[in-house]
């Protein structure tokens, strides 16, 4: 670019337009006239007291401002910024230009062609340049997110009260807006999956719909669920840049106010992922780790719960906003102390150091009850199963408890210890069994999870033998089974024998109960619900601890 070019887009600094027009045809001429020099779209960014706040040379897309330096942002009102570009095709404005103008929430865009010549007045001033003119702007209709006008003259552009025109808007953003926050307390989420090479179809549509149980079992409403196919991850934002625009036009249209990824992100991904669309992002395992913030009653379950949230975000701090900004290592660089990163996160790993001393303790206290129960020769049985098959509801069953039970993910926590007295028909004695609840399982069960729960986790393999709970109605049940069975074969110790309980009978179909009798002929049907099937479970639970007392 030559030295007087870049004095003509500098100068452009000290122009400032009547604040009830969107521009003046003086004003888009001379802006015309550094585009047709330079060969380049120009877009000139001003906020609403007419002044040029921005001057980049390319098309809104390529000078679009990043949503944390925008003025203002929200569903609710517009940025307070309207843009106006140079096109050197005679056309509209293109999608590409109007998808930045919605991200950005611009109060207007104005798409200003080239004639292609013109010329400079004597004494100033340029004319000539502006064939026609296009206007667009938002709307808050949730099928249009824009409007654009037909081809107009800048004269006409010029008469209109860009005021009115704002202000009308605004008010109806804003209506729209208290409609949607009707229920502030819950998350509006957009679910966003990536669907890889070595995924298939119908795993990858079990995955999204357990993603989307996870949101709403932590209190979220699910607005849109989006996915893309890919070879393999993009490394800096998982996604392509055009599902992100996507993704980011969703979350404005719709009011949502966080995206969920059916994937762990790195610190890097997140950051990356927030400042191109403008909206909170996690991923599956922090919605986990919410749930389970959720629903942890005793001080053992918060123990853990706190630990795991711990060790997640300690590798996520870097990047949070300045203030935990850290000092460069070269020339200028170094200052007088530690900054506001090095401080927490030494204050992390404290507390992290110290809840680990107590999970130690728990678990210690956990190996004491577990050698007395082992002393009173009383066979124990842990229930394990994937999240929501319906464990403490069969522990109910059996043993006439009262243990916590819905229909949600990750009801239970803490791990739970009732005595089942089961009659033997033959000999007309009593036998005693201990059951003990579990945390439920989920496939790709974060690292953080396991190691802050391997207090809980350790019933299981303390425990002389395993009743594993399948929900034979989730049409995932066989790919479930898989996810519980990895998980224990990655356990330190190996569990002791395993009978297996298909559940809620009364929700299957005769051709998913054919199957599972077919592949399993030595698992137990029941229905925790209605009480189907109890009594064979007894008996098969009894004969369970005596083959595992035998070995």
């Known amino acids: 670019m030559k030295p007087n070019q870049l004095k003509q887009l500098q100068r452009l600094y000290h ?26 779209p120009l877009c000139v960014y001003l906020n609403r007291r007419g002044q040029v706040i921005r001057v980049g040379v390319g098309t809104p897309q390529q000078t679009r401002i990043p949503p944390v330096e925008l003025p203002r942002y929200g569903a609710e009102r517009l940025c307070g910024i309207r843009c ?21 929430r611009l109060d207007s865009l104005v798409a200003v062609t080239l004639s292609g010549d013109g010329f400079e007045r004597r004494g100033g001033g340029a004319t000539g340049y502006v064939d026609e003119v296009y206007l667009a702007h938002l709307v808050p209709h949730p099928e249009a997110r824009w409007t654009v006008s037909d081809p107009m003259s800048l004269d006409t552009l010029a008469q209109q009260d860009f005021v009115s025109l704002t202000d009308a808007l605004e008010e109806e953003f804003r209506r729209v807006f208290v409609a949607q926050q009707v229920d502030a307390d819950h998350d509006r989420v957009i679910v966003v999956g990536l669907m890889t090479g070595n995924v298939s179809k119908t795993q990858f549509r079990y995955g999204l719909m357990e993603v989307r149980r996870l949101v709403e079992t ?6 849109a669920t989006l996915h893309q196919r890919r070879d393999r991850p993009h490394p800096q934002t998982v996604l392509g840049a055009g599902k992100i625009q996507e993704i980011a036009l969703e979350a404005q249209t719709l009011g949502a106010t966080l995206v969920v990824f059916d994937r762990d992100l790195s610190p890097a991904q997140v950051r990356n992922l927030e400042a191109q669309m403008g909206v909170r992002v996690v991923d599956r395992t922090e919605v986990i780790l919410d749930i389970f913030a959720q629903r942890a009653r005793t001080g053992a379950g918060k123990l853990q719960v706190e630990l795991a949230q711990l060790e997640y975000q300690l590798p996520r701090l870097t990047g949070r906003g300045q203030a935990m900004s850290r000092l460069g290592g070269g020339i200028g660089t170094r200052g007088p102390g530690e900054t506001k990163l090095e401080t927490e996160r030494r204050a992390i790993q404290r507390r992290i150091s110290r809840l680990q001393r107590e999970v130690n303790q728990l678990q210690a206290h ?17 229930v394990v199963g994937y999240t929501n098959a319906g464990k403490s509801t069969l522990l109910n069953a059996l043993t006439n408890s009262e243990i916590y039970a819905a229909d949600q993910l990750f009801a239970t926590l803490d791990p739970t210890t009732r005595r089942l007295s089961v009659l033997d028909s033959d000999t007309q ?9 579990t ?26 033998a395993l009743l594993h709970v399948v929900d034979l109605s989730h049409p995932a049940w066989q790919s479930q089974i898989r996810s519980v069975m990895r998980i224990l074969g990655e356990m330190p110790v190996t569990p002791g024998p395993i009978l297996l309980a298909f559940n809620k009978l009364d929700r299957v179909d005769s051709e998913a109960l054919a199957i599972a009798k077919e592949e399993f002929p030595n698992a137990v049907f029941v229905s925790a619900q209605d009480r189907i099937g109890l009594e064979t479970l007894r008996k098969q639970l009894i004969e369970l601890a005596s083959y595992a007392l035998c070995q």
């Open 84 to 104: 106006i570009a140079t096109r050197l095709k005679h056309e509209p404005p293109s999608t590409s230009d109007l998808t930045a103008m919605a991200m950005q």
């Open 366 to 382: 956990r190996d004491r009850l577990r050698q007395r129960r082992q002393q009173s020769d009383i066979p124990s049985i842990a």
């Open 218 to 223: 932590a209190g979220g409403e699910v607005l």
């Open 439 to 464: 945390v439920g399982f989920i496939r790709d069960l974060p690292e953080s999870l396991v190691d802050a729960f391997r207090a809980t986790l350790e019933e299981v393999t303390e425990a002389d």
């Open 15 to 40: 122009q400032r337009l009547p604040g009830d027009r969107v521009t003046t045809p003086e004003f888009a001429q001379r802006l015309a006239a550094i585009s047709t020099d330079l060969g380049q």
């Open 429 to 437: 004695e009593q036998t005693q069994l201990v059951l003990t609840d």
